[in-house]
């Protein structure tokens, strides 16, 4: 016991004394006391998410991942040739693996991603000695530098609101807790931000080859975790650049693009059954419908076609954005998740009331309209193929801050709008305007 606190005790110290020194370089967006606190964060909570669902819940996917990368983890002392080709080249499946990237089942590239964690945490247990908590801090050193590539493009693009954008990205309770403990879900959001910032590089500030390489990179590794995921990136990554060159019609070209590619995705199904991805997506949904779970919630099944889906769509949006109710609300997740809706909606209302001319904005940013597309697909993903709320709960996690920073973005207030000025004469200029009107 003794032995490994000091040894989590020596790891911590030594990515601080990194984050110190990263915090020298002039591109770094954060101070050392920022960067510490916001890591510090993440590995207590990271560490409380692995005692609490061990001791309360009897251990969860977290801790199976960790007990099967135990194994692994023999492999790699025992085998490394063997380690870092078992189950990494496809071997035993019935079917041309080129036909089954969106299988539900039966897939290597759905086996693939739940593989590669696993080899991931084997690896961290060369440094570890196989104990969970300080693989916690490895883990969240990935997803620490996620959020801190998120930070940085807002605290770039929108400065007056810094504070803000720390205090929700590193702390929003949320994604704090759901990204933290060792789970694909974390990945999965920092890869996703990783990407969304290279996007962001590419079409606002400047193209250069190494961000192009650092893009598809980041968007295989997106698409090998979570392919659902990294496929509500393209018309993200065709609007943007579209409205990189048109900003004035950017809500126009980004409800164009996203109304086109939803068509290609029903038109799909009229090719081949193998890349029919409305079908795809509802052989998701059923096999999530043949689990069982306490917080089931109806959702009616999808059939594959269009009709199917505008049908279940109510469900769909009820279930992201309204539930748990009030009356669902037992046990600390549900109460701490319904809070969490009471304050989504609120930020809601209050922009519709004081910020209506401020709607303006948004509507010629594209940065902000690439974030409300990418939460609003991968919440109406998740609203089609998941019928527990506990699942929703956690899933969105990663997705909901997208649409907290466009709704803080709107929320902003007349001394926040001062704050832009580039001098005092400026911010004067301002005050007097607004005194006299």
Known sequence: MLLSL????????????????????????LSFKEAGIAFSAKIIVGCLYGYFFLHFYGGDDTWLYHNESLKEYALLRSDPLHFFTNDIVPDGYATNQLYTVFDSSESYAKDLAYTLLIK???VFNLFSGGRYYINAIFYNVIVFFGCYSLFKIVSTKYPAKRLIWFLFIFFFPPLLFWTSGIRKDGLCFAIACGLLYQLYY???KSISGKHLIYFFLLFCLLFLLR???ALSTIPIIIAYAISGRLPRYSLTIFVTVAFLCSALFFATSLF??????????ADRQHAFLQLSGNSYMQL???DGNLISYCRISSQALNHVFLRPYITEA??????GSFIEILFFWFLVITAFIKSLARMKTIYHDPLMLSFILFALLNYMIIGYTVPFLGAIVRYKAGFEIFFI????????TSLTKLSFSNSKKGLRQQIIKKIKL
């Open 6 to 29: 000091l040894i989590f005790l020596l790891y911590v110290i030594i990515i601080l004394f990194i984050l110190y020194r990263y915090s020298f370089k002039p591109g770094f967006a």
């Open 120 to 122: 991931t945490l084997a």
């Open 405 to 412: 920073i466009v709704l803080l973005r709107l929320n902003e």
């Open 202 to 204: 590419l079409f606002e």
């Open 272 to 281: 081949s059954e193998s890349f029919d991805l409305p079908q795809k997506m």
């Open 227 to 229: 392919s659902h995921v």
């Open 300 to 302: 009616d099944s999808l």
């Open 330 to 335: 037992k046990g600390i997740f549900y109460l």
